[in-house]
Antibody, heavy 120, light 108 residues
């Protein structure tokens, strides 16, 4: 079955860059009709979609307006993984971050979650 | 952005009860509504997609209905493992999903 394994630091200093990676097993990052997403969850903001990358004859990347300008999602087809970078973080970015697969306009596979705290 | 409003925010129920949760969208989202269950410390788990389609392996006591802006999620004959928080999510503005605020189902 499809599994997503997240990795990355759990503590980031304010103004620095949050970086997380999601390794995919049981599927290909280049699969058609699915999307590879980053979603976060915090008590103040609830579940918040951040962005996605997907392939359907060409590569697509989309970002949420709330983080546009600070977010980058990259893909590594050779390692079958994708990553999140969020720049200039503040304590407001403290959350549990999930990578996730989208299919049929829903999220059918989730990573285990990474708790990221922004603090000096 | 499409806003999703869930009600109630919490509900107390007993094993064997039927629980109903409502989700309203700020605009027409057609049939693109999904429901998730989340337990503490875990990722959400997809139960229903496209309003009423049961995800593989999900028990049939979970059902969904609705269209447009108003949707309903029902748990029939509540089981001990069903005590959790439930979220709706719209997929109409794909790829930009938005989620409801959640409904906590607690033991009475």
């Amino acid at each position: 079955q499809v599994q997503l394994q997240q990795s990355g630091p759990g503590l980031v200093k304010p103004s620095q860059t949050l970086s997380l990676t999601c390794a995919i097993s049981g599927d290909s990052i280049s699969s058609n009709s699915v999307a590879w997403n980053w979603i976060r969850q915090s008590p103040s903001r609830g579940l918040e979609w951040l962005g996605r990358t997907s392939y359907a004859s060409k590569w697509y990347i989309d970002y949420a307006e709330s983080v546009k300008g600070r977010i980058t999602i990259n893909r590594d087809t050779s390692k079958n993984q994708f990553s999140l970078q969020l720049n200039s973080v503040t304590p407001e970015d403290t959350a549990v971050y999930f990578c996730a697969r989208g299919s049929f306009r829903a999220i059918d596979v989730w990573g285990q979650g990474t708790t990221v705290t922004v603090s000096s | 952005d499409i806003q999703m409003t869930q009600s109630p925010s919490s509900v107390s129920a007993s094993v064997g009860d039927t629980v109903t949760i409502t989700c309203r969208a700020s605009q027409d989202i057609s049939k693109w509504l999904a429901w998730y269950q989340q337990k503490p410390g875990k990722a959400p788990n997809l139960l229903i997609y496209a309003t009423s389609n049961l995800q593989s392996g999900v028990p049939s006591r979970f059902t969904g209905s609705g269209s447009g802006t108003s949707f309903t999620f029902t748990i029939s004959s509540l089981q001990p493992e069903d005590f959790a928080t439930y979220y709706c999510q719209q997929g109409d503005s794909f790829p930009r999903f938005t989620f409801g605020g959640g409904t906590r189902v607690e033991i009475k």
